[in-house]
């Protein structure tokens, strides 16, 4: 098992960044998929980005060449850069672990974009 803390987000113009970080309560070195994902209201929960212990990483298709999922194993810490927001990227952002086929979430993130 596996505790989960997002944190990061907030308002953000149009074009700015953000840096999301993920806190795991114990060492994810054996963790085969760390994932971002985001709903936004009135949608269903999306994949966003996903990184495996082997270096993979994957993209959804409208966040590609924007954002950017890291991990630092050493600091127990998965992290998604986010660059040239757009207003449909306003979503609250979960961070998850994927352990032995269970799926373990944070609490979430909001990330709010708007002028």
């Known amino acids: 098992q596996v505790q989960l803390v997002e944190s990061g987000g907030g308002l953000v113009q149009p074009g700015g960044s953000l840096r999301l970080s993920c806190a795991a309560s114990?060492?994810?070195?054996?963790?085969?998929?760390m994932a971002w994902y985001r709903q936004a209201p009135g949608e269903e929960r999306e994949l966003v980005a996903s990184?495996?212990?082997?270096?993979?990483?994957n993209y959804a298709e409208s966040v590609k060449g924007r954002f950017t999922i890291s991990r630092d194993n050493a600091q127990n810490t998965v992290y998604l850069q986010i660059n040239s927001l757009r207003p449909e990227d306003t979503a609250v952002y979960y961070c998850?672990?994927?352990?032995?086929?269970?799926?373990?979430w944070g609490q979430g993130t909001q990330v709010t974009v708007s002028s």
């Open positions: 998850n672990a994927l352990i032995r086929l269970l799926a373990y």
């Open positions: 990184s495996t212990r082997w270096g993979s990483t």
């Open positions: 114990k060492s994810i070195d054996s963790v085969n998929t």
